[in-house]
């Protein structure tokens, strides 16, 4: 009997061991004492909120990314994100889903740096494992791509570059695949252009155009449909329209247009959206809209466009024709330029193409990979017209953050936004709903949020009057003097 006991308790002890060790993480543990167990059992690891600091940089389940010893932990995950982080603790671990899911910015971003460092480099043959990955990382983006703070935003953008490079770029998941992975994300990455920070919309300028167009197994004709879709908010501002239609140019330019370019973007729709925006009253809006014109027009001759022009005025016309007229000089394409860029000119010699679109073997120049963007002017405030020769980007940003008398900080959301857009933010886009909606259902159009004044017009010279010169009485930061 004494055997039989001693038996029982060894199978006990052996059971109790493997059921510890299926509830271990799969991220390393944090410090803290174990509890006493028989001397073969491996000790038991408490759940990750109750563990404490203690990782050091070797040891840490984001090793790799700066200052992570510094980092603080993250809080578990909430319930209602349980089902959808399900696969990502399979991939990536614990700790590293709740850092993705964590309210505190440092944290989100460490998380997506980790991510890019790990997919650096990585070989699989594994296609099946490739695409639970990609799905994988097309959860992790749809979150931080809509993300309020700017360098959370631009870590997912690398990471999407590295997932175009490392995961997209070779034997990876087949085209169709990969386009069913990325379709909940394309809206959302579109909806970052034309971003009041600079560096946001040149970042997903490029994402579109340098990762997912020139991307084998995306291209441009999937990329490009999302941009011909009319933005859902009904105030847009201006740099929304011209963001879009500078890179739909530069796509035109170095894909060219179906049916001649296989890859190319559809002609008609992207015409047509052109067009409705020439209708715009803000100029550059309409400027650009004549340049993604004239990029089709390059590529498809004056016949196939021609419908589209047939109910302008003499003078709209002739704008058109003077565009026309320099593309057939070679000096009309690349229009993206202006906002960094990467431009191209496409191999074709001076003369008219009013009559002869470009034959299927005339195939537009592709962009050499580095191709270097005109850099952003980090010495101006694009908002204020502030300079400083010294400045730095990250100054600058500081500048954004604190000091620009024509931006604001929500008081619902706390994002900063423009004193312009501020009504519109609080309508449309304010995560405090209710209370954003009651602060402007009395503002009219050409009405400050701030001060309630009436502010003209409410052109952009208008806010700069009221702004920068007169001094908006409820502004708390103050214009230069």
């Not at 870590?155 to 070779?170: D, I, K, P, S």
């Not at 140019?249 to 296989?262: F, L, R």
């Not at 003077?322 to 993206?336: K, Q």
Request: proline fraction near 7%; hydrophobic fraction near 35%.
């Amino acid at each position: 009997m004494k055997a039989e006991k001693e038996g029982y308790q060894k199978e006990g002890y052996q059971a109790e061991a493997t059921r510890r060790e299926a509830s271990v993480a799969r991220t390393p543990p944090l410090s803290g004492a174990p509890k006493e167990l028989p001397p073969e059992q491996p000790p038991e690891q408490p759940p990750l909120s109750e563990r404490g600091p203690g990782f050091d940089a070797a040891d840490h389940p984001l090793s790799g990314v700066p200052n992570v010893e510094d980092l603080s932990q993250p809080e578990p995950l909430n319930s209602s994100f349980l089902k959808e982080a399900e696969p990502l603790i399979e991939l990536f671990g614990e700790y590293l889903t709740n850092c993705v899911y964590s309210k505190a910015w440092s944290l989100r971003d460490a998380a997506l740096q980790k991510l890019t460092l790990d997919l650096n480099g990585e070989q699989s043959e594994n296609q099946s494992k490739d695409q639970s990955r990609l799905a994988g990382y097309v959860v992790v983006l749809k979150r931080m791509v809509p993300d309020k703070n700017v360098q959370v935003f631009l870590a997912a953008a690398a990471l999407l570059h590295t997932v175009c490079q490392e995961l997209l770029g070779r034997s990876g998941p087949r085209r169709a695949e990969a386009h069913v992975a990325l379709d909940p994300l394309m809206p959302l990455l579109v909806d970052r252009l034309g971003d009041s920070n600079a560096r946001v919309d040149k970042a997903a300028r490029d994402a579109h155009l340098c990762d997912l167009m020139r991307c084998a197994t995306v291209g441009a004709t999937f990329t490009a449909q999302y941009l011909l879709r009319p933005p859902k908010k009904k105030s847009v501002n201006p740099r929304v329209y011209i963001s879009r239609m500078q890179l739909l140019t530069s796509m035109v330019t170095e894909a060219g247009i179906q049916p001649e370019s296989k890859e190319g973007l559809p002609l008609d729709p992207t015409v047509q959206l052109a067009m409705d925006w020439f209708s715009n009253a803000n100029a550059d809006v309409r400027e650009s809209a004549v340049k993604l014109v004239a990029a089709c027009y390059a590529h498809a001759g004056l016949n196939r466009i021609e419908k589209y022009l047939a109910n302008l005025r003499q003078a709209q016309r002739e704008i058109f024709d003077e565009e026309f007229d320099r593309v057939d000089a070679g000096d009309g394409l690349g229009a993206g330029g202006d906002l960094g860029m990467p431009t191209q000119r496409t191999s074709r010699t001076a003369g008219s193409n009013r009559s002869t679109p470009k034959g299927q073997n005339s195939r537009p120049v592709a962009i050499p990979e580095d191709a270097v963007a005109e850099a952003e002017d980090v010495t101006k405030c694009q908002f204020c017209g502030m300079r400083n020769p010294e400045a730095t980007q990250e100054a600058m940003d500081v500048h954004y953050w604190r000091e620009c008398p024509m931006l604001t900080q929500c008081q619902f959301c706390e994002q900063v936004i423009e004193i312009a857009q501020l009504a519109s933010h609080w309508r449309e886009e304010c995560e405090a709903r209710s209370a954003a909606t009651e602060a402007c259902k009395d503002l009219a159009p050409n009405q400050c949020p701030l001060c309630r004044a009436e502010i003209g017009a409410g052109g952009e010279q208008d806010w700069f009057q009221h702004i920068l010169r007169d001094g908006c009485a409820a502004n708390p930061r103050k214009p230069p003097a």
